[in-house]
């Protein structure tokens, strides 16, 4: 009896160790994230995902006690999944933390995220959109720019590269929705100094995107408290710019926005 109830207490215990979700960080090596599924969801069925990057000093539990954005994602029928810095802040080219590195580490680790929701989860690859606010949104920036492939389309709120663009990203073009307050002073649109770097200025990268892709010319359109810059390439990629009336703030509606834009476009 002793035997077999040592060995009921180890499947149990290998059990909760592999078991993860919104209150339980899902392990990748030393680092982690949380994932929520839509409420209602069956088992088996393969969903779209909604890939979040927090702001600074933020953490992968927090986003998911934003009941706004697991809302949000209910109604979408999509997986909430939050991934966390190594960090306070995310370690992409020319940030304060480390500004020599190539962000190689990072990209790593949302590889290393993707596989493994896609493994565990039923989450279908094709239809996962990157988002992220502040810090996280200079996230997204440089991921769009290094794994433009991996993922149907980013949308960075309020971020962008670090002192400057890169000359060039990868190709082929990807589906962009930048969207930003025009009064943000915490990163403002031409961006602020910050210890031994800069933020980036937002028309710089649009612009370098843009020269890189292929987009034609810009096209403008007013949403619900949102006005619009449009652009696509001979791809059929989106390259938008969104700014709204406002700071630094983060609008789960925004999220809404460039789900709708790429869903509409046939992208997720």
């Known amino acids: 009896m002793r035997f077999i109830g040592a060995l009921i207490f180890g499947l149990l215990t290998g059990q909760s160790a592999l078991a993860c ?4 960080d899902c392990m990748i090596g030393e680092r982690h994230y949380r994932i929520a599924m839509p409420d209602g969801h069956a088992d088996g069925e393969q969903i779209p995902a909604i890939l979040f990057a927090h702001g600074y000093k933020g953490s992968a539990a927090n986003v998911m006690k934003n009941g706004s954005l697991r809302g949000l994602a209910t109604d ?12 306070p802040g995310w370690e992409v080219p020319n940030n304060p ?18 596989a493994d929701a896609v493994d565990r989860f039923d989450i279908d690859a094709a239809r996962v959109m990157a988002t992220g606010f502040s810090s996280g949104g200079m996230m997204i920036w440089n991921l769009a ?18 002192l400057k663009p890169p000359a060039a990203c ?17 990163v403002p649109l031409l961006g602020r ?23 034609g010319p810009a096209q403008s359109a007013q949403y619900d408290g949102l006005a619009c810059e449009e652009q ?8 938008e710019f969104c700014m ?10 925004h999220v809404r926005h460039a789900w709708d834009r790429l869903t509409t476009a046939g992208k997720l």
Request: aromatic share 10%.
């Open 76 to 87: 979408l029928g999509a997986a909430l999944i939050a991934v966390k810095s190594d960090g």
């Open 97 to 114: 933390r480390d500004p020599g590195t190539d962000g190689a580490a990072e990209f790593a680790y949302f590889d290393a995220v993707l």
């Open 232 to 239: 696509t390439n001979p791809s059929g990629a989106m390259l």
């Open 244 to 253: 709204f009336s406002g700071g630094h703030s983060f609008r789960t509606e």
């Open 145 to 162: 720019c290094a794994r433009p492939g991996d993922y149907a389309g980013f949308a960075p709120v309020a971020g962008t590269f670090w």
């Open 21 to 24: 979700g919104a209150d339980t």
């Open 193 to 215: 100094v910050i210890g031994p770097t800069k933020q980036g200025e937002v028309p710089a990268a649009l612009k370098m995107y843009s020269d890189t892709g292929d987009f």
């Open 170 to 186: 990868a190709q082929p073009a990807t589906n962009i929705i930048h969207i930003h307050g025009d009064a943000d002073k915490t």
